[in-house]
């Protein structure tokens, strides 16, 4: 079992960064691929970043160059770094884990566990 909490939402201007945080309960972190997912407003759960044990990451098309995922094993922690933001990457960003996931699949049913979400709003 994996308990799962971000933080680090909220509300910042078109251009600016936040970073969000997830803290990740279990002794076995380090063999899940985490990830990070973003769902707006009538709009579906969508996949934003994925890092494997193995450190490799993915991105979103729309975010690459913009954001980047990262983990910290020793503090169960993974983190997403935004620069540059947007008014659409305005949503309630998720923090989940997957056991044994490949890279490169990005739909949420892949992934075992779920945070509660916090929002991220990007004014114009």
């Known amino acids: 079992q994996v308990q799962l909490v971000e933080s680090g939402g909220g509300l910042v201007q078109a251009g600016g960064s936040l970073r969000l945080s997830c803290a990740a309960s279990?002794?076995?972190?380090?063999?899940?691929?985490m990830g990070w997912f973003r769902q707006a407003p009538g709009k579906e759960r969508e996949f934003v970043a994925s890092?494997?044990?193995?450190?490799?990451?993915d991105y979103t098309d729309s975010v690459k160059g913009r954001f980047t995922i990262s983990r910290n094993n020793g503090l169960n922690t993974v983190s997403l770094q935004m620069n540059s933001l947007k008014p659409e990457d305005t949503a309630v960003y998720y923090c989940?884990?997957?056991?044994?996931?490949?890279?490169?699949?990005?739909?949420?049913?892949?992934?075992?566990?779920w945070g509660q979400g916090t929002q991220v709003t990007v004014s114009s």
């Open positions: 989940a884990a997957a056991n044994l996931l490949p890279l490169g699949y990005v739909q949420p049913s892949g992934y075992d566990y």
């Open positions: 279990g002794r076995t972190f380090s063999s899940y691929t």
């Open positions: 890092i494997t044990r193995s450190l490799s990451t």
